[in-house]
């Protein structure tokens, strides 16, 4: 059926049938036009133009941010310095093509990794399980993540060595998360009785590092790839998304990343006014600017997707958690505080908050037209799945009136509907690019670099000099350069 019809007004708008309607923002058509007007002003076609070309907008680190490219199925040459990375790119997709043929037996994956190398293939293997009548290959995947070892405990009481494939996922092939669980699998490896080539034969490594993977004991024809053009947490199109293909077929994959190019030509090529990352990121703005939030909840109305908003928070807020702009001066808005989780789950725990809270938090709604299950009751749920999400955006916006003040809702409170035509790999490949653009798009509007993240690493220098303090078991440790007075006393209760 045609969405034509329905997209008359101003507040529709439509991308390979994914539907925004921004009508419950409260922004007006004067005040949509000064957004637009503003975010040409800032430069943002270019910025968008300079991003697909491989400009090195990742200024700190001087390099470009190019994971549109992982995504590329037309192959449309891609340049860096002068040179096609696309080459490059389609020999991993063979390779991953080819792995997906030949494996057999195998029982289960454990996917380790942290982070970007983490929250990408997560989210999809999640999302797709409910995808009716895909065909899956019924490995059980695992991610491995926390350096806490229950989460280590909980897989390897499940796992079967002799049929168990490793593949460890670290761009750097020194993240010490990743590289302690790596070895705690390898060592449990050995101990259930594998060879030292049965170990080498299941280890699979995907990083930037090769000569780290081959030194860790990983064979070179099971070390795929990836670039320093890719930031880990814009990573899951590359071979870090090889649990996708390993578990659903290389075919699920590939419409996964068209799913992801598809949304990518949109951004790159509609105008601003129709543009659906530049009308979700400029509704956000606005919010800021007008009412000062400090938070937005992204509240996906279908159960596979809870792991969505876990995935975002590290998009948006990892990408553009900064206080200062490109050129180090101060911004007075960066990425506000992200959560959320499935509803209509979420309305039963934190919904109060944003309807009769202090606080405005803006929300996106997302919904999917279609049950994700087959059964006999699925269309009676799903009806009422989503007569929630549209009574809830509609009670935030509308508010009512009451003599009782306890009864009383504020209204005005401001929320997009995003609505998918369906959930399958390639709408969910369509979703995740859709917030992968629009987290683009604020930074650029903002002047932030979204592409770096050096606040992640202070903490990481900080723990060595405490961790060696714990290993020490003395309780008289004494403040000093690393370690301040608080943190000492906490270490020599921990030690005593």
């Known amino acids: 059926m045609s969405l034509q019809p329905y997209l008359a007004s101003q507040n529709l708008h439509s991308a390979i049938d994914v539907v925004l309607d921004t009508a419950y923002q409260g922004i007006s058509d004067d005040a ?34 190019l994971h549109s490219a992982l995504r590329n199925l037309t192959k449309t040459p891609v340049l860096i310095n002068g040179a096609d990375v696309m080459p490059a790119v389609a020999e991993v997709w063979h390779r991953i093509e080819a792995l997906c043929n030949k494996w057999v037996g195998v029982t289960d994956v454990i996917h380790i990794g942290i982070g970007g190398s983490d929250f990408g293939p997560r ?25 806490d070892t229950a989460e280590l405990a909980r897989i390897l009481a499940r796992a079967q060595p002799h049929s168990t494939r490793v593949i460890v996922v670290s761009k750097s092939f020194t993240t010490l998360e990743t590289s302690m669980n790596a070895k705690a699998v390898v060592a449990w490896l050995k101990d259930s009785g594998c060879t030292k080539s049965q170990v080498a034969h299941a280890l699979y490594a995907v990083t930037a590092n090769i000569p780290a993977a081959k030194e860790f004991g990983v064979e070179e024809n099971n070390i795929y790839p990836f670039w320093d053009w890719v930031g880990g947490r814009y990573s899951v199109w590359s071979a870090v998304g090889l649990p996708i293909a390993l578990q659903y077929g290389f075919e699920t994959f590939k419409q996964f990343l068209a799913g992801a190019e598809a949304m990518d030509l949109h951004f790159k090529n509609a105008p601003l006014e129709d543009n659906l990352p530049v009308i979700m990121a400029l509704s956000l703005l606005y919010q800021q600017e007008k009412h000062n939030i400090k938070a937005y909840a992204a509240i996906p109305y279908a159960d596979a997707l809870d792991w969505f908003p876990k995935w975002l928070q590290q998009l948006d807020m990892e990408s553009n958690g900064k206080s200062v702009d490109r050129n180090g001066n101060p911004v007075k808005h960066s990425s506000p505080v992200v959560f959320g989780s499935a509803g209509s789950n979420a309305q039963h725990s934190y919904f109060q908050l944003f309807h009769q809270g202090t ?12 049950p994700m299950s087959d059964r006999p009751e699925a269309i009676a749920h799903h009806r009422i799945l989503l007569s929630n999400c549209l009574a809830q955006a509609q009670a935030l916006a509308n508010g009512k009136a009451a003599s009782n003040p306890n009864d009383v809702y504020p209204g005005k409170r401001p929320s997009n509907l995003l609505l998918l035509p369906k959930l399958n790999a390639f709408y969910l490949g369509a979703l995740l690019a859709l917030y992968e653009n629009r987290t683009a798009t604020l930074g650029a509007l903002w002047n932030i670099n979204s592409f770096d993240q050096p606040g992640v690493e202070y903490g990481k220098v900080l723990a060595k000099p405490i961790e060696k303090a714990l290993a020490s078991h003395q309780n008289d440790i004494t403040a000093s350069t690393d370690i301040d007075a608080v943190t000492a006393t906490r270490i020599n209760l921990l030690n005593s």
């Open 123 to 147: 989210l999809a293997i999640e999302a797709l399980a409910h995808v009716p009548s895909i065909q899956s290959r019924g490995m059980r995947m695992h991610f491995l993540a926390n350096i």
């Open 32 to 65: 949509w036009k000064k957004l637009f007007t503003r975010a040409r002003q800032s430069g943002l076609e270019q910025f968008i133009e300079d991003m697909f070309a491989g400009k090195h907008i990742n200024n700190s680190e001087d390099r470009p941010a």
């Open 359 to 370: 606080e405005i938090i803006p929300i996106d709604f997302i919904a999917v037209r279609e």
